[in-house]
């Protein structure tokens, strides 16, 4: 990274897109802001600011024609070995940095939008289970449960009634098995909502 010690940053036009190349969604915008972010405090300048100002598209100067990049879906519900329906939710997507502050809840509850379709039909019940790394003291389970709490005040401000509401457990590292070293913690670090009939979640 260069060295920009001394000196504020501001990055404009960030995560938007031109031409045949699809828009980002909120947590894809969300998720690069955040990557450039600590990109641009690795390099030592005094401040770093995104410029959300939205400016005219002009046409491009370049004749060169850009790669259209797939965006994928950064959460996709899967079935669970004994048939209930699971979304695991990066962190990232939904809380600052080791906390469970919601900094943008429009991006969100965007984020959470495949466990509210899986519960739009009025006959499902999620059961939700924070999940952290095994790393640094104690076994995560405070903070696993505090997020967990603040994803379901998401679903119940986005309209699911406490009825669907099951399980809110934190379970911090306890129920993942041991990585190796140099595994992808982040991948870790989520909330888990498991959706299954209501008339079997007991």
Do not use: K, N
Request: with cysteine.
């Amino acid at each position: 990274m260069p060295d920009l010690s001394g000196r504020e940053v501001v990055i404009s036009g960030l995560g938007r897109t031109a031409g045949d190349q699809e828009p980002l969604g909120v947590a894809e915008q969300r998720w690069l802001r955040e990557l450039w972010t600590v990109l641009c405090d690795a390099t030592g300048a005094t401040s770093c600011q995104i410029d959300d100002a939205v400016r005219p598209a002009d046409a491009p100067t370049s004749t060169l024609a850009g790669p259209v990049v797939d965006v994928p879906e950064p959460v996709a519900p899967y079935r669970g070995p004994d048939g209930a329906d699971v979304v695991e939710v990066p962190a990232t997507l939904l809380f600052g940095p080791d906390s469970c502050m919601v900094p943008d809840p429009a991006a969100a509850t965007a984020a959470l939008e495949p466990v509210l379709e899986l519960l739009g039909s009025g006959t499902a019940v999620v059961h939700v289970s924070g999940r952290t790394a095994p790393v640094g003291p104690g076994d995560g389970r405070e903070l696993s449960l505090c997020r967990a709490q603040r994803a379901v005040q998401l679903l119940r401000a986005a309209g699911v009634p406490a009825s669907a509401i099951g399980r809110v457990t934190g379970d911090g590292h306890l129920l993942d098995p041991p990585r190796e070293t140099g595994a992808d913690l982040a991948g870790l670090r989520r909330v888990v909502f498991t959706v299954v009939p209501a008339i079997t979640s007991s």
